[in-house]
């Protein structure tokens, strides 16, 4: 799809490409036009991408769909992530024209696009619960010194809902002090930011944990303590109960938080406290402690202990570890190994175990996926070539597949160790370089009203975070044609899609064409139970 209006270029670009300053516009073609698909209670975007030269573009929404609009902004890269990397300008920050979490304007236009240059826009439309099904029309107005135009946008809504909270679970790291740090703040922030990054994860369907960090209020008591659940229910009862934000999506993991310096007794208190009240609120069923981050073979015995220890202490909270499944550790039941370590044994993990080996399994993605690296250089072994990654120049499906591939794995959630890392590191608008990649632990960056205008602090989030969002409603979709009577198309889809883990499809064409499949089923399920309940 592309215009041509004297020297300037117009197209669309999918929301799952990361379209580089020097992208050219495909073949000429008519009808251009943004038409998206959603069911209620989904986002779906495109791009639009315009090339200059043009001076004081500016992008604004028109009509009745509601369209939220970003300028993608560009972070130069000098180190490739691992063997597919690449060094350069790549887009990643999703500026916003106004953002979600305050509602103020902030300045992502107007902006001067140089000739020959490629600037991406992100148009988004979020569709509320209960829309559908309907259509509606909507434009983009784009304006620059000397010219306009309207780009149609069509949104198509489903008949059916999505769930508001997502089938597969999140725990994405997140630290209050580091985000205080990133946007120059004092300590003294760290409860509103975290409250700013609870709430733009919560509206992607994603679940961020660890939060201000503090752990309750409590008292000793000889070998008891006293827990005041007043600041930390304030913190986290509007995720849990699900009225943080209009649809009640809640949290769907919560970690326990345990301070240093607890006699044996005192823990014992502490986490029978915790697993009551978490009980009595309904939440329990979230509840988790991280035992331990990627102990060694040698540390086994000990971190055996530790679970052991809270399996008698509070026996139904969930005991996680991130490693593969060992008969050494046999009062771990949250199991939490790198994805690279489910399946067979590779170049990229000696310890891998079969799905078989898992009850309930989570998993996560690391620095594994493009080589780590100790030593500030990029890893470029083959073997690190075609994993999923959240790499910022790894391609956006490299995100995008991971909802898909939980399907097909049966894994019910997805552990990642940080998204504010880089706010300790320096500027993550100037580089995100950690462990041999680009991106590793930061998905988010610190929208400072110096940075992008308005009042208030805000997360700025990034192209790859979308994709993650994307990849939970793919999940959605696949779980919910499943529960509704047909897991047999589901799982052929997913395996269509992806069919390993490093043999997922690149195109986004592919998972749109899943989709579509899957919806048209879901429609037909759903058309069939009412039928028969008449």
């Given at each position: 799809?592309?215009?041509?209006?004297?020297?300037?270029?117009?197209?669309?670009?999918?929301?799952?490409?990361?379209?580089?300053?020097?992208?050219?516009?495909?073949?000429?073609?008519?009808?251009?036009?943004?038409?998206?698909?959603?069911?209620?209670?989904?986002?779906?975007?495109?791009?639009?991408?315009?090339?200059?030269?043009?001076?004081?573009?500016?992008?604004?929404?028109?009509?009745?769909?509601?369209?939220?609009?970003?300028?993608?902004?560009?972070?130069?890269?000098?180190?490739?992530?691992?063997?597919?990397?690449?060094?350069?300008?790549?887009?990643?920050?999703?500026?916003?024209?106004?953002?979600?979490?305050?509602?103020?304007?902030?300045?992502?236009?107007?902006?001067?696009?140089?000739?020959?240059?490629?600037?991406?826009?992100?148009?988004?439309?979020?569709?509320?619960?209960?829309?559908?099904?309907?259509?509606?029309?909507?434009?983009?107005?784009?304006?620059?010194?000397?010219?306009?135009?309207?780009?149609?946008?069509?949104?198509?809504?489903?008949?059916?809902?999505?769930?508001?909270?997502?089938?597969?679970?999140?725990?994405?790291?997140?630290?209050?002090?580091?985000?205080?740090?990133?946007?120059?703040?004092?300590?003294?922030?760290?409860?509103?930011?975290?409250?700013?990054?609870?709430?733009?994860?919560?509206?992607?369907?994603?679940?961020?944990?660890?939060?201000?960090?503090?752990?309750?209020?409590?008292?000793?008591?000889?070998?008891?303590?006293?827990?005041?659940?007043?600041?930390?229910?304030?913190?986290?009862?509007?995720?849990?109960?699900?009225?943080?934000?209009?649809?009640?999506?809640?949290?769907?993991?919560?970690?326990?938080?345990?301070?240093?310096?607890?006699?044996?007794?005192?823990?014992?208190?502490?986490?029978?406290?915790?697993?009551?009240?978490?009980?009595?609120?309904?939440?329990?069923?979230?509840?988790?402690?991280?035992?331990?981050?990627?102990?060694?073979?040698?540390?086994?015995?000990?971190?055996?202990?530790?679970?052991?220890?809270?399996?008698?202490?509070?026996?139904?909270?969930?005991?996680?570890?991130?490693?593969a499944w060992t008969d050494a550790l046999a009062d771990v039941n949250q199991w939490t190994p790198l994805l690279n370590c489910v399946g067979?044994?590779?170049?990229?993990?000696?310890?891998?175990?079969?799905?078989?080996?898992?009850?309930?399994?989570?998993?996560?993605?690391?620095?594994?996926?493009?080589?780590?690296?100790?030593?500030?250089?990029?890893?470029?072994?083959?073997?690190?070539?075609?994993?999923?990654?959240?790499?910022?120049?790894?391609?956006?499906?490299?995100?995008?597949?991971?909802?898909?591939?939980?399907?097909?794995?049966?894994?019910?959630?997805?552990?990642?160790?940080?998204?504010?890392?880089?706010?300790?590191?320096?500027?993550?608008?100037?580089?995100?370089?950690?462990?041999?990649?680009?991106?590793?632990?930061?998905?988010?960056?610190?929208?400072?009203?110096?940075?992008?205008?308005?009042?208030?602090?805000?997360?700025?989030?990034?192209?790859?975070?979308?994709?993650?969002?994307?990849?939970?409603?793919?999940?959605?979709?696949?779980?919910?044609?499943?529960?509704?009577?047909?897991?047999?198309?589901?799982?052929?889809?997913?395996?269509?899609?992806?069919?390993?883990?490093?043999?997922?499809?690149?195109?986004?064409?592919?998972?749109?064409?899943?989709?579509?499949?899957?919806?048209?089923?879901?429609?037909?399920?759903?058309?069939?139970?009412?039928?028969?309940?008449?």
């Amino acid at each position: 799809m592309l215009w041509v209006l004297a020297a300037l270029q117009i197209w669309i670009a999918d929301e799952s490409a990361k379209v580089r300053p020097d992208a050219r516009p495909p073949a000429a073609a008519k009808d251009p036009r943004i038409r998206l698909v959603a069911a209620s209670g989904e986002c779906v975007g495109a791009q639009l991408v315009v090339q200059g030269p043009v001076s004081g573009l500016t992008a604004a929404p028109r009509g009745k769909p509601h369209l939220d609009l970003y300028r993608v902004a560009t972070i130069v890269l000098e180190h490739p992530s691992g063997p597919e990397g690449a060094t350069g300008e790549w887009p990643d920050a999703l500026i916003p024209v106004r953002d979600t979490v305050y509602g103020e304007e902030r300045n992502a236009f107007p902006v001067d696009v140089a000739s020959g240059r490629a600037q991406a826009i992100f148009i988004e439309a979020c569709v509320p619960r209960g829309a559908g099904p309907a259509r509606l029309a909507g434009s983009v107005r784009l304006s620059w010194r000397g010219g306009s135009a309207d780009v149609p946008v069509e949104v198509r809504v489903r008949a059916f809902d999505l769930p508001a909270t997502p089938a597969l679970a999140t725990a994405f790291g997140f630290s209050g002090y580091s985000a205080a740090k990133g946007h120059g703040r004092n300590v003294d922030a760290a409860r509103e930011l975290t409250r700013a990054y609870d709430l733009i994860a919560l509206r992607r369907g994603i679940t961020l944990f660890g939060g201000t960090q503090d752990p309750p209020a409590f008292s000793k008591r000889g070998d008891d303590v006293r827990i005041d659940w007043t600041g930390y229910d304030a913190e986290v009862a509007p995720f849990l109960d699900g009225t943080a934000i209009p649809g009640g999506a809640r949290w769907t993991a919560v970690e326990l938080r345990e301070p240093a310096g607890l006699s044996r007794p005192q823990r014992r208190s502490w986490r029978r406290q915790w697993q009551e009240h978490f009980r009595e609120r309904g939440w329990l069923d979230r509840l988790f402690r991280y035992v331990e981050d990627e102990p060694a073979p040698a540390a086994f015995p000990r971190v055996a202990e530790k679970a052991r220890e809270l399996r008698e202490d509070a026996p139904d909270v969930r005991r996680l570890v991130t490693t593969a499944w060992t008969d050494a550790l046999a009062d771990v039941n949250q199991w939490t190994p790198l994805l690279n370590c489910v399946g067979e044994k590779n170049a990229t993990c000696s310890r891998a175990a079969p799905r078989a080996r898992y009850d309930r399994l989570w998993w996560y993605q690391s620095c594994m996926s493009h080589g780590c690296s100790s030593d500030g250089n990029p890893i470029l072994d083959p073997a690190f070539r075609g994993w999923p990654s959240y790499m910022i120049d790894a391609p956006a499906t490299a995100a995008r597949v991971m909802g898909t591939l939980a399907f097909v794995n049966d894994v019910a959630g997805e552990l990642y160790f940080d998204t504010v890392y880089a706010y300790h590191e320096g500027d993550p608008w100037q580089s995100q370089w950690a462990f041999g990649g680009n991106g590793d632990g930061t998905l988010f960056y610190p929208g400072t009203p110096a940075r992008i205008g308005g009042k208030h602090d805000v997360p700025v989030e990034s192209l790859r975070f979308v994709q993650i969002s994307r990849s939970l409603a793919d999940h959605g979709y696949l779980s919910l044609c499943a529960q509704l009577g047909d897991p047999s198309l589901a799982r052929a889809e997913a395996r269509a899609v992806a069919p390993s883990l490093r043999g997922f499809a690149r195109d986004p064409r592919a998972y749109i064409e899943m989709r579509e499949h899957l919806a048209a089923r879901i429609e037909a399920l759903l058309s069939a139970r009412k039928l028969g309940a008449r």
